[in-house]
């Protein structure tokens, strides 16, 4: 089960720091990606982390500002958002899967309920 927290309204500018807290499984055995998905948009791929932690992938329009990172001793990943623009409004989800990182949501098995975070300009 995942639990997504951390998301609410922002300026541009500012920064949000989402949480997204397992439980139930092997939290390390796990992938772990967030995706979004803004109003009549598909989901899109925002960031993965390898199981280690070592290896992280971004998307384009998040590179440099959003930074994905997970404590496995606490079975939570995080996604520090910086420099927060008005088209980072959406309902963020975290979600699990094993084997490689993908950006391919259709890749992932479990699922968090999603955070909302808003950004107004």
């Known amino acids: 089960q995942l639990q997504a927290s951390g998301g609410g309204l922002v300026q541009a500018g500012g920064s949000l720091r989402l949480s997204c807290a397992a439980s139930?499984?092997?939290?390390?055995?796990?992938?772990m990606g967030w995706f979004r998905q803004a109003p009549g948009k598909e989901r899109e791929f925002v960031a993965s982390?390898?199981?280690?932690?070592?290896?992280?992938y971004y998307s384009d329009s998040v590179k440099g500002r959003f930074t994905i990172s997970r404590d496995n001793a606490k079975n939570t990943v995080y996604l520090q958002m910086n420099n927060l623009k008005p088209e980072d409004s959406a309902v963020y989800y975290c979600a699990a899967r094993e084997g490689l990182p993908s950006p391919n949501r259709y890749d992932y098995d479990y699922w968090g309920q999603g955070t909302q975070v808003t950004v107004s300009s």
């Open positions: 982390i390898s199981r280690s932690g070592y290896t992280t």
């Open positions: 139930g499984r092997t939290f390390s055995s796990y992938v």
